[in-house]
């Protein structure tokens, strides 16, 4: 999609410029704080870069928005902060061609920080990918991918049951103006659940509201993962994806929970650090051995 026309368009209407997309390899492992049951089965996650990551789920390994530009290969996005700076503000920690080792991609929404041009071309065109609706899987299917499906409230996939789950990316503010409310779009999470695995949250781009409490609710993770680089707009107070006070929301709404927190450090307009992440843990006292903030490439296993 041409970001700037479409920026230009909402700047004549509203006054304003907006975005359409939001916003070191360790090896390292770190196992739930507690003992798990026996018959619990190992999930692994694996921070990619940006919010490109890796849910390998009793024995399926989820590709979750891939991004696989080199660094510097897209202007930054015109109407956010930093504009200035190229995206991706840094290289893959590993080759492309580990990364697109998987079964299954999910593409929570189709802004090109979550599935650009290098995915499109990169991607095996038969692998099997999961978009939040059918216009975003017709999309993908444009591009000459052969198996896209659209995920709903109970699609299974090699016996793991995904959930689709709804999001707000930016605050009741932004979406009350239609041209920029069509800009940011319509975005997803995704809930990975089984029997004997720990039930995995990945909640997307979005802001934290009424729909991320519900499904911290309604399904009870042990893992949930957050986008919380704190993108912003020109114009506008506050972030269109989390930031550290959500993080902290999450901690306290699943006292039993794993929280990560991604997207961070790779795009123009996010704002929030790792370093400031792990200050404002520190400053919380929240524990972190639950809050986990890893570095592109790091993995954990629960």
């Not at 090896?27 to 919010?51: D, E, M």
């Not at 095996?124 to 991918?145: C, H, L, T, V, Y």
């Not at 996939?157 to 920029?180: A, C, S, V, W, Y």
Request: aromatic fraction near 6%.
């Amino acid at each position: 999609m041409n970001i700037a026309r479409m920026l230009r368009n909402v700047a004549i209407a509203t006054g304003t410029s907006a975005l359409v997309a939001c916003a070191g390899t360790s090896g390292q492992s770190a196992s739930s704080s507690s003992a798990a049951p026996a018959k619990t089965q190992t999930v692994r996650f694996q921070q990619i870069r940006n919010a490109t990551i890796k849910v390998e789920y009793a024995g399926t390994t989820f590709l979750v928005d891939p991004m696989l530009a080199k660094k510097g290969a897209y202007p930054g996005f015109e109407g956010t902060y930093n504009s200035h700076l190229r995206n991706p503000l840094v290289e893959l920690p590993m080759p492309v061609s580990e990364v697109i080792k998987a079964d299954a991609i999910i593409v929570t929404h189709s802004h090109p920080d979550h599935w650009d041009e290098a995915a499109k071309q990169g991607m095996p065109k038969n692998m099997p990918i999961f978009a939040q609706n059918e216009e975003d899987a017709q999309g993908i299917r444009k591009d000459g991918f052969t198996d896209v499906r659209v995920l709903g409230e109970n699609t299974v996939f090699n016996g793991t049951r995904l959930i689709k789950t709804e999001g707000q990316h930016g605050d009741d503010r932004m979406m009350k103006m239609p041209p920029l409310a069509r800009l940011l779009g319509t975005v997803a999470g995704v809930v990975f659940q089984r029997p004997g695995h720990k039930t995995v949250y990945v909640a997307g781009d979005t802001v934290w509201n009424s729909q991320v409490e519900d499904a911290i609710k309604k399904h009870k993770p042990d893992v949930i993962v957050l986008n919380t680089g704190y993108a912003r707009v020109l114009g506008f107070d506050g972030s269109i994806i989390m930031g550290k006070e959500d993080l902290y929301r999450a901690y306290r709404a699943a006292p039993q929970a794993k929280v990560i927190g991604s997207h961070m450090e790779s795009v123009n307009h996010g704002m929030q650090t790792r370093k400031d992440l792990r200050d404002y843990i520190a400053e919380k006292k929240m524990d972190p051995q639950r809050v986990l903030v890893p570095a592109d490439g790091e993995s954990y296993s629960f």
